[in-house]
């Protein structure tokens, strides 16, 4: 046992171990059962495999409805609105356009923006 950890304590690096590890953790051999996230009277304890299955899960059911949900969504809504330039903002958009073209060095331009 000494050797074990004469050689644990040679190869050890404290700097990436607990960093990777995070400090008081443990590993452990094979795959143990556990819950995600539990909570534990030192805060919350989360078990990143069983996070990861969670999350792989969550991602799949969601692909089976996204072609409903997506299109939908007040986020979709959203970004089609964002397309929908009023003609008289345009107008403007055109105007300062031309005028930057016809700007000099130095040249400034007052410019106002507003909520719709």
């Not at 443990?26 to 009277?41: F, S």
């Not at 078990?47 to 059911?61: E, I, K, S, T």
């Not at 009023?86 to 930057?100: M, N, R, S």
Request: aromatic share 6%; charged share 25%.
């Amino acid at each position: 046992m000494i050797q074990l950890e004469t050689l644990y304590t040679l190869a050890r690096s404290s700097i990436t171990h607990n960093a990777t590890l995070g400090r008081g953790l443990w590993l452990e051999v094979g795959d143990p059962k556990r819950e995600a996230i539990t909570q534990q009277a030192d805060g919350l304890h989360i078990y990143l495999p069983a996070l990861l299955g969670l999350c792989v899960a969550a991602v799949d059911a969601f692909g089976l409805v996204a072609h409903d949900v997506i299109p939908k969504s007040l986020a979709n809504r959203e970004l089609e609105d964002k397309t929908d330039v009023p003609d008289e903002y345009q107008k403007q958009v055109d105007e300062l356009i031309k005028k930057f073209k016809g700007m000099g060095s130095g040249e400034q331009i007052t410019v106002t923006a507003r909520d719709r």
